[in-house]
């Protein structure tokens, strides 16, 4: 198994099963994500048997940066994996700091009719390992440290769930990369199952839901995913997941011109979420050569938003990032592996 994808938890057990301390973990993840060093034989506070036994027991391979585009508040990297897949993040430089938005898969299965990511079909599941490399390859190449992650690039999160909450626990580790867990956000098109598994977890990320309609009819046309999850029961288990994790969710809404972004639309919205601890993100569309939907016009949107705000709903408009660098998700990779 690759180092970079194992919790420290389960390193602390490795070690009590080779009859070591378990403080050594702690040690190596000093090694691996305070000092940043690559390789076992670096780590010269452990004995040379132990660093030989790691070295066979555990690979520190990474993945790498293949191509790079960047403007002036955004950086689109796409990174080629060890068995030669491609996969993409994105930087993005707000004024509360830097946040990365990273990949959970190879392509995606969901089919969401408007996501480019989803236009070339699921080869896997990354594992925990090459979601981690994601951010500390980006750290590494602008010297910095990321503020806040989200789980919102090529690939459903909640069907990739195990290694996506492993790499949940790693990034939050204070050893870790240490990123709090409020800082980090997982997006779900809608796997009613999985959000309530993950309800359980006792992890306090932000969670927010790819809702994009205010009914079924809308939903399903541009959603598969609708038609085995449909907005009635998503609601429920949205009141559900509030109700016991007492945390507000967030609704991503992408604004598609004259599909879902009419007034009516928004006021149907608004009912659909009245009395819910949420908040609506409204999304500029970012427009790809391979799909025919438009981004809305900036008056149509400001107009969605104000319905919204009349009707009592808190909302924001997301500030548009990299739309001149392939900045829809999934369109380096897709032009890569064209």
């Known amino acids: 198994m690759n180092i970079y994808g194992i919790k420290r938890s389960d390193l602390e057990d490795y070690f009590v099963n080779m009859n070591e301390k378990k403080y050594k973990a702690l040690q190596i993840y000093e090694w691996l994500y305070q000092k940043r060093v690559k390789s076992f034989a670096e780590m010269t506070n452990l004995k040379k048997e132990l660093r030989d036994k790691l070295s066979q027991d555990f690979s520190t391979e990474f993945i790498s940066i293949s191509k790079k585009q960047e403007d002036k508040l955004t950086k689109k990297y796409l990174f080629k994996l060890l068995d030669d897949n491609y996969i993409e993040a994105v930087l993005m430089e707000h004024d509360y700091g830097l946040s990365v938005c990273v990949s959970s898969q190879v392509g995606c299965n969901m089919g969401c009719a408007f996501c480019e990511s989803g236009r070339l079909k699921k080869v896997r599941n990354l594992e925990t390992y090459e979601i981690v490399e994601q951010i500390l390859l980006i750290e590494e190449d602008i010297g910095k440290r990321i503020n806040s992650v989200v789980i919102m690039g090529i690939g459903e999160p909640l069907d990739n ?60 046309s541009i959603m598969n995913v609708n038609k085995v999850y449909n907005i009635n029961d998503l609601i429920v288990t949205i009141r559900h997941y509030i109700a016991k994790t007492n945390r507000r969710i967030t609704i991503e809404y992408v604004m598609l011109n004259n599909i879902n ?32 939907f438009k981004k809305s016009s900036k008056e149509r949107i400001t107009s969605f938003y104000d319905v919204l705000k009349k009707n009592g709903i808190n909302v924001t408009i997301r500030k548009e990032f990299g739309s001149n660098i392939d900045a829809a998700c999934g369109q380096l990779r897709s032009k890569e592996v064209k």
């Not at 870790?176 to 409020?182: C, D, E, K």
């Not at 972004?261 to 790809?288: H, M, R």
């Open 161 to 220: 769930y195990d290694n996506v909450l492993n790499f949940i626990k790693i990034i939050n580790d204070p050893m870790g990369i240490s990123i709090g867990a409020r800082h980090i956000t997982l997006s779900t098109c809608g796997l009613i199952p999985k959000i309530d598994e993950l309800s359980n977890e006792n992890i306090q990320i932000n969670l927010a839901i790819s809702l994009h309609a205010p009914n079924n009819e809308i939903r399903s």
């Open 261 to 292: 972004d009419s007034d009516a639309c928004a006021k149907e919205l608004a009912n659909l979420l009245k009395g819910l601890n949420v908040y609506v993100n409204l999304i500029p569309y970012n427009e790809t050569n391979h799909l025919q």
